[in-house]
């Protein structure tokens, strides 16, 4: 085979009014026909700018130098014309958002024809049968209806779908995939992944595919590039990357990805109980939460929606409880109803001994004091105009008010110290701190209350992979110092299988299953739960080929 | 440290860095002591005729620097009086309408429900009203009085600013940071006065700055038909009006307060777009959903 | 159907506007002191009377406001204080085709060269065309309509004399210029500033980026993809531009001299002519809440969202 793309000392720059940036620095591959390649790096490695570079489309303030021949011919030399023959005709090209990446404003036909329009001699009515036929391949049900429709209509995986075909339409020598996947729930980007697989061996692509999922490269590619800070630090084979790397950062990347994983993942730490305390924290019976869903007139009949719908659970003393489930599941909703963020539809629902139902939404201070809550997104959880001190006195304020101000003092010291940060920090704002940090101040302020239950609302899941390691380890080391019991709401599988003692699963507002973590994980009894967890990709190429085969055979 | 030395200090490193934003400011610092001190320093008096010198231009001989108008009065120190009732007129009605939109808004936008949406569909009607010609009546029936013309205009102007904070209130409560404060136990009455006004601070000065220029012109829209500021009191609209009646004989007296009152709306318009650009959160395109 | 109800919708949705519009001329008539309706001041009985006839006085209040509304539900205004001989839909009939033909001419003057000038704007966005453009189209805001116009008279008329300074002159088109000039340059100044703003959003949109990823050339993106969704906020712009120009007509027919609706009305205002400047201003109301409509209701046509959530 020969090589479709060589790439040679491709540098990427940034000018900003202060400086230049180096996004690539002197990167060169080759992809030959027909072949996978997957490029990994965490964000700031430059994997996305290579790509995008390649295309043309860096932004205003960005250039790219060196070579990228594609059938021979140098990319970064063509000028605007010469180059919108190659992409879109011989290089197709899907981006991260499915959600932005099509225009709203006009249907999903007129934006795929007029790909064919200009790369092609057909009329009118080849290409709307070309677009519906490709629209059909790609698995959209429907697709007359689709191709006359608006892409907000559809859903993620769906729009992904559309920007597929739209690629596909012009039967491209080569697919840029630029994070598929990463915006898209994990069975749907199962699926996804299957799709441009399946894709490429029928139209006899070759696929570059960027993805920060080293999982995510296990299950699809042939080839990887490792990428950091612009450069390139290894790459090879599949196999050969992930079981023999070379490269340093290879290894720490998987080794990262390793800790926290799917496959034979129990944290060591995680303490083996024979029988849990049978004190019930939070017991909740067929337990529902309804929304209003927006009315369409001002006389139209009010229209409801179940977030929650008729739970049963119990929360136990001392242990993490993982709730999993992908978006739209409930499982936030499930959380912010226990803190009494939302209220109780019907059902009962006992928290640390009070009773939260749906005509009491006050929630006594004193049961406030004893559950605190720590949310996703770091920045936006601290108060953009309080200073780190002012943030973490509030809540002395409001529990302790009768307290000294030197012991109040003491106390900020004491649990900044405890989670890992030190008292430079509070003369600053939240802007000023890394996500990371800003997480940690969130935990410090849900501690000063010295509360019995912490909730987590996905509290790890915007964070970097290696970030995410350290809140982890401090939460389970919370746990086992304070005695605390931690309610963990999380789409990350593999997190919630590291550290959670128990794990209920949900799925559009009811529980699907519940039980002891490695039961559920090991053996689920459910199809849902099955599926879930096989979703996941998990960095180790043997397998996901395994898994990939047993998909196929169960397809056919 | 407290929050609103941070607002300062961002709306500061916002000013500093926008040129245009930067000038204006300078410049109308500029303006606003000019119009305090001026006639404290020239020789005449802001009614004081002199009918040797009717329609003179503009000399540095006689201390008349921007001339005299056809009553021979000294159109320098007119010029300067009219200012401060032009801007004393779009500062107060300002602050009255910035008082009436965010309580309405940041009401609106807390209490949510059933109440926003008719306190915004209320908006929604009073936004179809001519209320400019509105003012105009209630000058007609209830005299012309400067009192009137503060409440009149402050009353027609909170909607675009009730719309924009209540707008931003909902942005602020669906935050995490209120919800990890109402979850701390923290009182309705401190979730507002600490955590939700601080961050609204931003988009109100940035509207105060937007809103003055349009409330000088709304006062000189109505002093230019006759139905604002009354002699023997003036303002820049009133000035133009006169001055308009004869720019064919004596231009003079129509340039010098339309220059004054255009470059004050042009550094008001330049601050308040710089303030945006840097303070406003939110996407300018979706202050209408 | 449902492009029916969906007009039917939004026409039933103007009617509490137009009744608070109504409802509240009437109070504010009603609540004046020294107004029309007070006769502690001495009127010839005969007038009185008539006007007791023609306002239904004697009725109770409820009834006087629901005759008031079916009066100027079938355009009638009633009799004018000033112009004795003319009843006030009259006089409104006789100035609105002229302040009519200022208005239209003034939006679609802004229109274009708004439109135009903040494409081109964008289309260079931070180059040194694009900061003019800015500059001067906030220099365009900044100046109002009534410093604008005399300032074009002595320009134009004074200065070059090469534009008549005024009058009508039934409409002749060079008559026409100074005053629609006048009236519409802030707009374009501001219609310009809109449209490069929401335009270089959209060119930075990811969706902008798949297409030039698909290889369409320039045109067919600005075309196909680009114009649409930038002129959405232009469009719903235009509900607050009418009202504007309404307002700045008011003020460019008292300099020019147009035998306008403006000049009624500021004629009216100053010789306190309560039926004169009421029915005006409720003529303004309805023009307003009229064309909110249609803009509105053409808004909803455009965007395919609207469309999808109705």
């Not at chain 1, 959600?99 to 080849?126: C, F, R, V, W």
């Not at chain 1, 409801?304 to 242990?319: K, R, T, Y």
């Not at chain 2, 916002?14 to 305090?36: H, P």
């Not at chain 3, 704007?121 to 900044?142: C, E």
């Amino acid at each position: 085979m020969s090589d479709l793309i060589r790439v040679r000392d491709l540098t990427v720059s940034f000018k900003t009014r202060h400086e230049a940036i180096l996004a690539v620095d002197r990167l060169s591959f080759k992809l030959k026909e027909n072949e996978i390649l997957g490029i990994v790096g965490e964000s700031g490695s430059g994997k996305s700018q290579t790509v995008l570079s390649i295309m043309g489309l860096l932004e205003q303030n960005g250039s790219a130098t060196g070579e990228a021949n594609f059938h021979g011919i140098n990319l970064l030399s063509l000028s605007m014309s010469e180059l919108n023959r190659i992409r879109g005709k011989e290089i197709g090209m899907i981006f991260q958002d499915p959600m932005s990446s099509l225009n709203p404003y006009i249907t999903i036909g007129s934006q795929m024809s007029q790909i064919l329009a200009q790369h092609t001699d057909l009329t009118k009515k080849e290409r709307e049968e070309k677009c519906v036929e490709m629209l059909d391949l790609v698995g959209i049900t429907n697709p007359q209806k689709r191709f006359d429709g608006y892409s907000f209509e559809l859903s993620g995986g769906m729009r992904q779908r559309v920007m597929i075909a739209s690629a596909l339409l012009t039967s491209p020598k080569l697919l840029i995939a630029d994070e598929p996947t990463t915006a898209l729930d994990v069975t749907v980007q199962e699926k996804i992944l299957d799709l441009i697989l399946e894709v490429r061996d029928r139209f006899h692509m070759s696929v570059i595919l960027i993805t920060h999922d080293l999982g995510v490269v296990a299950r699809t590619c042939e080839k990887v590039l490792v990428m950091k800070e612009g450069r390139l630090q290894e790459e090879g084979e599949l196999n050969q990357i992930y079981y023999s790397p070379e490269s340093e950062y290879t290894r720490e990347l998987l080794n990262k990805s390793k800790q926290i994983n799917l496959v034979n993942s129990k944290d060591p730490r995680k303490e083996e109980k024979t029988a849990y305390e049978e004190n019930k924290l939070v017991e909740a019976k067929e337990v529902s939460v309804l929304f209003d869903l927006p009315k369409e007139g001002l006389f139209a009949p009010r229209e409801l929606i179940a977030a929650v719908d008729g739970v049963s659970a119990e929360i136990l003393e001392g242990e993490i409880i993982g709730v999993v489930g992908e978006s739209g599941s409930g499982k936030s909703s499930f959380s912010r109803t226990i803190l009494g963020l939302q209220k109780v539809t019907s059902g009962e629902l006992r928290v640390l001994g009070q009773q939260l139902n749906s005509q009491k939404t006050f929630v006594a201070k004193t049961l406030r004091q004893r559950m605190q809550v720590v949310f996703q997104d770091p920045y936006s959880s601290l108060n953009p105009r309080m200073t780190i001190q002012e943030i973490l006195l509030e809540p002395l304020l409001v529990f302790f008010s009768d307290q000294d101000r030197s012991v109040r003092f003491d106390r900020i010291r004491d649990v900044l110290v405890e989670v890992g940060l030190d008292e430079h920090f509070l003369g600053r704002y939240p802007h000023e701190l890394s996500g990371g940090q800003c997480q940690r101040v969130a935990i410090a302020r849900a501690l000063l209350p010295i509360p019995e239950l912490l909730v987590c609302d996905e509290a790890v899941s915007a964070l970097d992979a290696s970030v995410r390691a350290e809140i982890i380890d401090l939460l389970v080391r919370l746990k086992n110092d304070r005695g605390l019991t931690i309610l963990f709401i999380a789409h990350d599988l593999a997190v919630v299988r590291k550290i959670c003692d128990r794990v209920i699963v949900m799925e559009k507002g009811k529980i699907v299953e519940q039980g002891d973590t490695e039961k559920v994980f090991q053996n689920p009894k459910e199809e849902y739960t099955k599926n879930l967890i096989s979703s996941v990709p998990v960095a180790d190429p043997r397998l996901e080929k395994q898994r990939r085969l047993e998909r196929l055979s169960k397809a056919n | 440290m407290n929050p609103t030395n941070s607002l300062a200090s961002d709306a500061w490193s916002a000013l500093s860095k926008n040129r245009a934003a930067w000038f204006s400011a300078m410049a109308l610092t500029t303006m606003v002591l000019l119009v305090l001190l001026g006639p404290l320093v020239s020789p005449h008096e802001v009614d004081q005729t002199n009918w040797s010198k009717l329609a003179k231009p503009p000399s540095m001989d006689d201390g008349h620097i921007f001339g005299t108008d056809d009553l021979g009065r000294d159109l320098f120190v007119r010029t300067m009086y009219g200012g401060r009732i032009s801007l004393m007129v779009g500062i107060v009605a300002t602050l009255v309408s910035v008082l009436i939109g965010v309580s309405y808004g940041a009401i609106s936008g807390f209490v949510g429900g059933k109440v926003d949406s008719i306190m915004m569909r209320i908006v929604d009607v009073l936004y179809a009203m001519p209320f400019l010609f509105f003012v105009i009546l209630l000058m007609v029936f209830f005299g012309r009085s400067i009192f009137l013309i503060f409440v009149a205009i402050g009353a027609v102007n909170w909607l675009d600013i009730a719309r924009i904070v209540r707008g931003q209130t909902l942005t602020i409560k669906g935050k995490e940071f209120v919800d990890a404060a109402k979850a701390g136990g923290v009182s309705t009455f401190r979730i507002i006065f600490r955590h939700i006004v601080p961050n609204l601070m931003g988009i109100v000065v940035v509207y105060v700055a937007l809103t003055v220029p349009q409330v000088i012109l709304v006062e000189s829209f109505l002093s230019f038909l006759g139905l604002g500021v009354q002699e023997p009191m003036t303002s820049w609209g009133a000035l133009v009006n006169q001055g308009a009646r004869q720019m064919e004989s004596s231009p003079w007296i129509l340039l010098f307060p339309a220059l004054f009152l255009a470059v004050t709306l042009f550094c008001f318009n330049f601050i308040g777009d710089g303030l945006r650009d840097a303070l406003d959160p939110k996407d300018r395109t979706n202050i209408n959903e | 159907m449902t492009n029916l109800k969906f007009i039917f919708g939004r026409l039933a949705g103007a009617i509490p506007t137009l009744l608070v519009l109504i409802c509240f001329a009437f109070f504010l008539v009603k609540s004046a002191p020294g107004g029309p309706f007070d006769f502690e001041r001495s009127l010839p009985e005969e007038v009185e009377k008539n006007l007791r006839e023609a306002y239904n006085l004697d009725d109770p209040l409820y009834l006087q406001l629901t005759k008031y509304v079916g009066s100027i539900l079938t355009g009638d205004f009633g009799p004018s204080f000033q112009y004795r001989d003319y009843t006030v839909t009259e006089l409104i009939m006789s100035g609105f085709p002229v302040s009519l033909r200022l208005g239209v001419a003034a939006i679609f003057l802004a229109l274009i060269l708004g439109g135009t000038i903040g494409t081109i704007a964008a289309l260079n966005q931070n180059s040194r065309l694009d900061y003019s453009v800015m500059f001067f189209g906030m220099v365009g805001i900044s100046i109002p309509n009534f410093v604008m116009a005399p300032l074009l008279v002595l320009i134009f008329s004074i200065a070059l004399n090469i534009l008549p300074a005024g009058g009508y002159a039934n409409g002749a088109p060079l008559h026409m210029i100074l005053p629609v000039v006048a009236l519409a340059l802030p707009q374009a100044a501001y219609i310009a500033r809109l449209t490069r703003g929401s335009m270089i959003e959209v060119l930075n949109s990811n969706f902008v980026r798949t297409t030039r990823a698909q290889g369409l050339p320039l045109n067919t993106i600005i075309f196909k993809h680009v114009l649409k969704p930038t002129f959405l906020p232009v469009i719903s712009y235009l509900g607050p531009a009418t009202a504007a120009i309404i307002t700045g007509s008011v003020v460019v027919e008292q300099i020019f001299g147009l035998p306008g609706l403006g000049r009624y009305f500021v004629q009216g205002a100053l010789n306190r002519d309560y039926t004169l400047v009421m029915g005006v201003v409720i003529f303004y109301g309805l023009l307003i809440i009229g064309f909110n409509l249609i803009v509105d209701t053409v808004y909803g046509f455009i965007d395919p969202r609207i469309k999808h959530n109705r």
